[in-house]
Nanobody, 126 residues
Framework: VQLVESGGGLVQAGGSLRLSCAVS????????IGWFRQAPGKEGREFVA?????????FYGDAGKGRFAITKDGDKKEVYLQMNNLNPEDTAVYFC???????????????????WGEGTQVTVSS
């Protein structure tokens, strides 16, 4: 499975961005795609959101709840993260990953993912 993120950039506080994750290669109906982020100077990746590939169930982390929305286009094999009302604390590299399960508990854990993209930088200025 290959994943390529796009859509990052520089935005002012209060603005919006839409990230895309293009998925290629073998996918299975039980898989999910998740978004994580890693802020500068912080260890580890923070769970942002995930969506199950087959049925489109959605899970959200605390950081983006109410501001971020994850969607998918099965025909295009793309997953999107719409981010609204951004603030400087959202500055991070955003990664999408693939996990071979639709378990919500597993989808929240970065070490359960087996494929990752290279990431896309999101910078929010105050």
């Amino acid at each position: 499975v290959q994943l390529v993120e796009s859509g990052g950039g520089l935005v002012q506080a209060g603005g919006s961005l839409r990230l895309s994750c293009a998925v290629s290669g073998r996918t299975v109906s039980s898989a999910s795609i998740g978004w994580f982020r890693q802020a500068p100077g912080k260890e580890g990746r923070e769970f942002v959101a995930a969506i199950t590939w087959s049925r489109g169930f959605k899970f959200y982390g605390d950081a983006g709840k109410g501001r971020f929305a994850i969607t998918k286009d099965g025909d295009k094999k793309e997953v999107y993260l719409q981010m609204n009302n951004l603030n400087p604390e959202d500055t991070a590299v955003y990664f999408c990953g693939s996990i071979p399960t639709s378990s919500e508990r597993a989808c929240r854990l970065a070490d359960k993912y087996d494929y990752w993209g290279e990431g896309t930088q999101v910078t929010v200025s105050s």
